[in-house]
C-alpha cells in the first residue's frame, strides 16, 4: 500500500507540485479562517487517500491540536493493508468504518481529547438510510466547486442492488451482512430533492449512487413532478433491460434525466456472464438508440481486459465504440485489475484468472484513469 501511494516519499519531496502547494495553501488558509477542532475527510475512491493523508500532515504542522479522522469506503475494505504499512495512518486520531453520522456523534462528543494508544481508534456504526433527515448544506461553500454551473449531489441508495460484478469491490460490499444495500423511499427523496430545490436553487441534481434503482428514480420525479418541482438530473446505471423501452427512456427525459452514467465492459456476452455481469449483450445497441432518441446521453466508463478475453473479442469491444463513438460521451478508461478485496481478488481460480507467480504487489490504471483507477494485484 505505501509503495502505491507513495505518501511517505510525497511529503518529503523537493519537486515542484503546483497542484499540491495550491493544495497547502488552501489547508493552512481554512485552518486560520475557521480554527476548527475537527477536520473530517471522507474517501469513497482509492485514488483520493494519498491527498487526504497528504491533508492530514499540514493539518498536524499548521494546528497540532486538531483532531483528524477518516471514513468512507476504502478504509472498511483496506483497513488492515492500510494499518500493516508502517507510518501511513500516522497522525490520523480517528477512522470511521461504516456510517459518518454515529461516528461523528463520537468524535464530537470527546472535544479535543486525543484518543489513547497508538494508532487510530477505529469507530464501527450503521445506520439505517431511511431514518435520515434532509441533507443540511447551510453554512458550506457549496458554490465553490471546479464546475460552471451549480450542482448539488445527493444518493438514493448505500451500495449496489445488483453487487454481483466479480471484478467490483466497492458493489460487492452489499453483498455482506455488515454492509447490506439499502435504498431511500421515493417518498423521502422527493422531499429531499424539493428541500435542496427550495433553499438552495441548484442546476442540477446528481445522484452520486455506485448504481442507481431507476424505478426509484423515476417514481420520485413523478412525485416531485406532481408537487410543482423540476429538476435537470443524472444518475449511475447499468445496461437494464427495461431501458430498452423507448416509453420509459422518454419519460425520464421528460422528468429531467439528462446523463446516465453506465458501467461498459465487453459485447462477448460469454466474458460477461463468466463475471455474473447480469448484461444480455443483446440490450446494449437497443439502449443506445433510445437514449439518443429522448436526447439522454450514455456517459459509459469503460473497462477492457475481462478474465479470459481473447484479442477477437477485444477488437469486437473496441470496433462497436467505435461505431457509436457519436452518440456517447466517456467517463473514465481502464484496463481491469483483481481488487484484492473484490469477488474475483479474493477466489481468481473461480473466475479462470491464475495470479499464481504474480507476487503481492499492487498495480492501477496510472495512465488512463485518473489518480489510478482500481489497484489490485498486478496479472501476468
Not at 462528543?109 to 431514518?131: H, K, N, W, Y
Not at 455481469?277 to 446494449?284: E, L, M
Not at 446521453?297 to 477488437?315: D, F, N
Request: glycine content about 12%; proline content about 6%; hydrophobic content about 35%.
Amino acid at each position: 500500500y505505501g509503495g502505491l501511494l507513495d505518501v511517505r516519499a510525497e511529503a518529503g519531496s523537493a519537486r515542484a507540485d503546483p497542484v499540491r502547494e495550491d493544495l497547502d495553501r488552501r489547508v493552512a488558509e481554512l485552518l486560520d479562517d475557521f480554527r476548527p477542532t475537527l477536520v473530517a475527510i471522507s474517501v469513497p475512491f482509492f485514488s483520493q487517500i494519498a491527498p487526504a493523508l497528504h491533508v492530514v500532515r499540514r493539518v498536524r504542522e499548521h494546528a497540532p491540536g486538531t483532531s483528524v479522522a477518516l471514513g468512507g469506503p476504502q478504509f472498511r475494505r483496506h483497513l488492515p493493508g492500510l494499518l500493516a504499512t508502517r507510518g501511513l495512518l500516522g497522525g490520523v486520531d480517528a477512522i470511521a468504518l461504516g456510517a459518518g453520522e454515529p461516528a461523528l456523534d463520537r468524535i464530537l462528543a470527546r472535544g479535543r481529547t486525543r484518543p489513547a494508544g497508538p494508532g487510530p481508534e477505529i469507530l464501527q456504526g450503521g445506520v439505517d438510510v431511511r431514518s435520515l433527515p434532509v441533507p443540511d448544506f447551510d453554512g458550506l461553500p457549496i458554490e465553490s466547486y471546479l464546475n460552471p454551473e451549480f450542482h448539488l449531489g445527493l444518493v438514493s441508495c448505500f451500495g449496489c442492488w445488483w453487487g454481483r460484478c466479480a471484478f467490483c469491490s466497492y458493489g460487492n460490499m452489499s453483498l455482506s451482512k455488515e454492509t447490506p444495500y439499502q435504498e431511500k423511499s421515493r417518498e423521502q427523496l422527493a422531499r429531499e430533492i424539493g428541500t435542496l430545490l427550495d433553499r438552495h436553487g441548484p442546476r442540477q441534481i446528481n445522484v452520486t449512487d455506485e448504481n442507481s434503482n431507476l424505478s426509484t428514480l423515476l417514481a420520485t420525479m413523478r412525485l416531485l413532478a406532481a408537487s410543482g418541482r423540476r429538476t435537470v438530473w443524472n444518475a449511475r446505471c447499468r445496461f437494464e433491460h427495461r431501458l430498452r423501452s423507448i416509453e420509459l427512456c422518454r419519460e425520464l427525459a421528460d422528468l429531467g434525466c439528462n446523463i446516465l452514467f453506465i458501467g461498459f465492459d465487453s459485447t462477448s456476452q460469454r466474458l460477461l456472464d463468466s463475471v455474473d455481469r447480469g448484461v444480455d449483450v443483446g440490450d446494449i445497441e437497443p439502449i443506445l438508440g433510445n437514449l439518443a432518441e429522448v436526447g439522454i446521453q450514455p456517459r459509459l466508463s469503460l473497462m477492457l481486459g475481462l478474465p479470459g478475453e481473447t484479442r477477437a473479442e477485444a477488437e469486437a469491444t473496441c470496433r462497436t465504440l467505435c461505431e457509436n463513438f457519436h452518440r456517447i460521451g466517456l467517463d473514465a478508461i481502464q484496463r481491469m485489475i483483481p481488487e484484492p478485496t473484490a469477488l474475483l481478488g479474493e477466489d481468481p481460480g473461480r473466475y479462470g484468472l491464475d495470479l499464481a507467480g504474480c507476487g503481492d504487489g499492487l498495480s492501477s490504471n496510472p495512465d488512463t484513469s485518473y489518480g489510478g483507477g482500481r489497484f489490485g494485484r498486478r496479472r501476468l
